[in-house]
């Protein structure tokens, strides 16, 4: 059995998969699920060496759903992995002490750990930069934004109970099990005020008056409100994170809308100028003298 994989449905995403893979591999990852969403571009050529040295099983996935991509995955490959993360392909999963594997041998315990996002903007790039994602978007929103208080889960697949699980985000569990932070807390435990009133007030939906009318509001207000999550937890980000690169540049941004069009409603530019947060420099993952318009 291997011990940490990772799961993740993409669509015409060719420019990012190596880097991608790459990276996860340098933090102990050890396998890739990846569900091929009818792909009208090169991705699912340029990961073919991956997939002819076992590195990659790749599916082909015609169904929009991540849901069903959860479900598939855990009930075709449960028994594989001791682990397997539930990421997309703008999100990059580590840990700050090292290699993921020893981190998560902690929290064998449990069901599942779950990871917070640190959301990045555009570093101010109008078109898409040469190179990959990690050296070209340094700046990020503050570690305790509102909306770093979703992420993703990286879960015991034998433990999920997916005709109970509804989301990506956090699953269900068998016989009541919690999933836990990084500080094997109860991620909604010492939820702050702002998290709680926004969680209650956009817990229906995207798509209502309200919602959208919030949208607007929340521009002006963006540490306050996030109105894209009925749901959020306590912020920590201390042993692992997923950088979360949500809107890369305003090129990149318009090119997931037309992969979201079904969703128009939510990836519009007031999505954008929302995400499009930029007030940290975070160059972990930088090569040395990355500037990234310098911002300040």
Same mark, same amino acid.
């Given at each position: ?49 991956y ?5 990659v ?19 075709n ?45 555009? =570093? $101010?790039?109008?078109? /898409?930069?040469?190179?990959?994602? !990690?050296?070209?978007? %340094? ?5 305790? @934004? ?8 990286i ?29 094997m ?12 009133i =926004? $969680?209650?007030?956009? /817990?229906?939906?995207?798509?209502? !008056?309200?919602?959208? %009318? ?5 521009? @002006? ?20 994170r ?10 990149e ?7 979201m069009s ?6 519009n530019?007031v ?5 499009d ?20």
């Amino acid at each position: 059995m291997r011990y940490l994989s990772v799961a993740s449905p993409f669509k015409d995403e060719g420019p990012y998969l190596v880097e991608w893979i790459e990276f996860h591999l340098s933090q102990g990852v050890e396998h890739f699920y990846l569900y091929n969403h009818n792909s009208s571009d090169d991705g699912p050529s340029t990961i073919q060496r991956y997939v002819d040295a076992g590195v990659v099983t790749l599916i082909h996935w015609d169904r929009d759903s991540k849901h069903g991509v959860v479900k598939h995955c855990i009930e075709n490959f449960k028994n594989d992995s001791h682990w397997i993360a539930f990421i997309d392909l703008d999100e990059f999963l580590y840990s700050t002490e090292g290699l993921l594997p020893k981190l998560l041998t902690e929290f064998e315990p449990y069901p599942a750990l779950f990871v917070h996002w640190l959301c990045f903007g555009s =570093s $101010r790039h109008i078109q /898409k930069p040469a190179g990959g994602i !990690l050296p070209n978007f %340094l700046w990020r929103a503050d570690e305790k @934004w509102l909306r770093n208080g979703q992420g993703k889960s990286i879960v015991n697949p034998r433990e999920v109970d997916t005709s109970k699980t509804r989301t990506v985000h956090r699953m269900s569990y068998f016989s009541g099990a919690r999933d836990v932070d990084e500080d094997m807390r109860f991620p909604d435990d010492g939820v702050g005020v702002a998290a709680r009133i =926004s $969680r209650l007030l956009f /817990k229906s939906g995207h798509d209502t !008056l309200w919602s959208r %009318l919030a949208k607007r509001i929340a521009l @002006w207000m963006p540490l306050l409100i996030d109105p894209y999550s009925g749901h959020h937890t306590r912020i920590t980000h201390r042993r692992i994170r997923i950088n979360h690169y949500i809107v890369k540049s305003e090129e990149e941004y318009f090119g997931k809308m037309k992969r979201m069009s079904r969703r128009p409603a939510k990836y519009n530019m007031v999505f954008f100028k929302y995400h499009d947060r930029n007030e940290v420099r975070d160059d972990r993952f930088a090569p040395p003298h990355s500037d990234s318009k310098g911002l300040s």
